[in-house]
Nanobody
Framework: QLQLVESGGGLVQPGGSLRLSCAASGGTLDYYAIGWFRQAPGKEREGVSSITSSGGITKYANSVLGRFTISRDNAKNTVYLQMNNLKPEDTAVYYC?????????????????WGQGTQVTVSS
């Protein structure tokens, strides 16, 4: 059973940066497309970014395009989300999710495995 654990969240000032990590165990991520999602208080969970199993294709929500970068290191069984120029509206719990296959988009229903989430707070 694939298990995902997110890390790297925290409190950061507006304009700052964080790098989230999603580490997998119980399976190899080579065969899985990965997505990052977030859920702000009182809002529905939304897709932020996804990456194909090979890492060759990435997708971003318009709200983070140009500021966030998704990447993966299959040798380390880990996927990353580099977040730059953070804004207060980026405050949320961030989740990574996996689905066996080459490509998945930003829909929750496309993913089978989920981590527990890591809190990101952007505030001065």
């Amino acid at each position: 059973q694939l298990q995902l654990v997110e890390s790297g969240g925290g409190l950061v000032q507006p304009g700052g940066s964080l790098r989230l990590s999603c580490a997998a165990s119980g399976g190899t991520l080579d065969y899985y497309a990965i997505g990052w999602f977030r859920q702000a208080p009182g809002k529905e969970r939304e897709g932020v970014s996804s990456i194909t199993s090979s890492g060759g294709i990435t997708k971003y929500a318009n709200s983070v395009l140009g500021r966030f970068t998704i990447s993966r290191d299959n040798a380390k069984n880990t996927v990353y989300l580099q977040m730059n120029n953070l804004k207060p509206e980026d405050t949320a719990v961030y989740y990574c999710a996996a689905s066996r296959g080459y490509y998945r988009g930003l829909g929750e229903s496309e993913y089978n495995y989920w981590g527990q989430g890591t809190q990101v707070t952007v505030s001065s």
